[in-house]
């Protein structure tokens, strides 16, 4: 067995990831503002001005858009050999 934890034999060895963390923290930011701001603009053309209603679709668009680029910096952090 391994002593050190950072050869690739080591069963606790993880593989950095490409990106890094600041820049991968940005990406769950970015995707939650682009789709509460799609999701806001497609429902004022579909409701109008119903602001309480537009208020809940930014919340849920942004909602989205911070699950989608989670799992997109999971997919970067989990490479498989």
């Not at 993880?14 to 806001?40: E, N």
């Not at 497609?42 to 919340?59: R, S, T």
């Amino acid at each position: 067995m391994p002593e050190s934890r950072k050869r690739a034999g080591h069963h606790d060895y993880k593989k950095p990831a490409d990106i890094p963390a600041k820049q991968r923290t940005k990406g769950r930011i970015l995707w939650a503002i682009l789709l509460a701001v799609f999701a806001t603009i497609f429902a004022y053309f579909a409701v109008g001005d119903n602001y309480k209603l537009l208020a809940l679709i930014a919340v849920l668009g942004a909602l989205v858009g911070y699950f989608i680029g989670r799992g997109m910096e999971k997919d970067v952090t989990h490479t498989h050999d």
